[in-house]
């Protein structure tokens, strides 16, 4: 299986470590470096993995050239959301197929970041038949510096369709090379479902937690409940109004859930603020203001934390 990761940041090169370590001849692995990064890495080829336990090692990558992107079986796009678009734009001139400059048909592509809102911009660049899924992933992992990354907490990832034809056997054989290199990984047939539990988790979690300047655990404490509450209504209004039902309060018990769970963690937007880096908020409340305005719905508590966050720093547009 021809595998390209894209991205080197903490859960590209998470992948990239973990299928490194099975040595499996019959999979051939290659890093894509994002757009950002390339031009000042190219050259470099070394990481440093630091596993769950402590270890440290430095490993060597094999960098994706236009051949390992024509014959990708698999391209795991992990990248911040308002990326995505970038990196398709960028491989398919790659390819050179002049006819037809496009990613191949046959190949999946995986999509692997925080935020909803990436496939409708896709969409367009894509072949009709070309399988996209998504892997949701709660395994904790920072990036240290460029091309250091250390996995901090074991979690589990669940991969699913999102467009393109159900081709079982293969979605099988995908599922079980995941799961034997970073257990446990969950096919799962509705995984929109869960990228809606996701998108309530960030909804919540990341703007709160950045404007306060705060660690995740704070969020579960009893002042924020009732803004949460307010938060998580109309992301069920707008969900309803796409037809996708929703639970609040079951939603608001697994927010809570993952803000104990990652009490001392920062989280991504926070740090992205912090480090007066680009937010994922235009995927993440600023999805929910749109959805808001195509159903006519008002979603006030989001649309102020998309704008509280963009008065930060502004976001790329979506
Ligand atoms: O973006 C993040 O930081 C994470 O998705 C989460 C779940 C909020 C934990 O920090």
Known sequence: ????????????????????????????????????????????????????????????????????????????????????????????????????????????????????????????????????????????CTRAMPYHIIHTGLGETHLGLVQGQQNSSAQKQLTQLLHRAMPQVIWQENIIEKQWLKLTINCVINPLTALHN????????????????????????????????????????????????TAKNCSSMRADILAKRVTEINYINGYIHRLGMKHQLKTPENTQLWQAIMAKHPSKSH
């Open 1 to 140: 299986m021809n595998i390209v990761i894209v991205g080197q940041g903490a859960i590209g090169l998470l992948w990239y470590a973990h299928l490194q370590s099975l040595s499996d001849p019959s999979i051939n692995l290659s890093l894509l470096p994002s757009t950002a990064d390339k031009e000042q890495h190219s050259s470099q080829s070394l990481y440093c993995y630091t596993h769950f336990l402590g270890l440290s090692e430095q490993r060597y990558y094999q960098l994706a050239t236009p051949q390992h992107l024509k014959q990708a079986d698999v391209i795991l796009i992990c990248v911040k959301s308002y990326q995505v678009r970038g990196v398709i734009k960028q491989i398919a001139p790659l390819l050179n197929t002049t006819l037809n400059q496009k990613i191949n048909k046959q190949t999946s592509i995986i999509l692997a970041h925080n935020g909803m809102g990436t496939l409708a911009e896709i969409t367009p660049l894509l072949n009709k038949e070309q399988s996209v899924l998504t892997l949701l992933t709660t395994h904790g």
């Open 214 to 261: 705060v660690n995740n655990g704070e969020i579960a404490k009893p002042y924020y409940q009732t803004q949460i509450k307010t938060i998580i209504a109309e992301i069920v209004a707008v969900a309803q109004a796409e037809a996708q039902p929703l639970n609040a309060s079951e939603l608001q018990q697994q927010v809570v859930k993952v803000a104990t769970q």
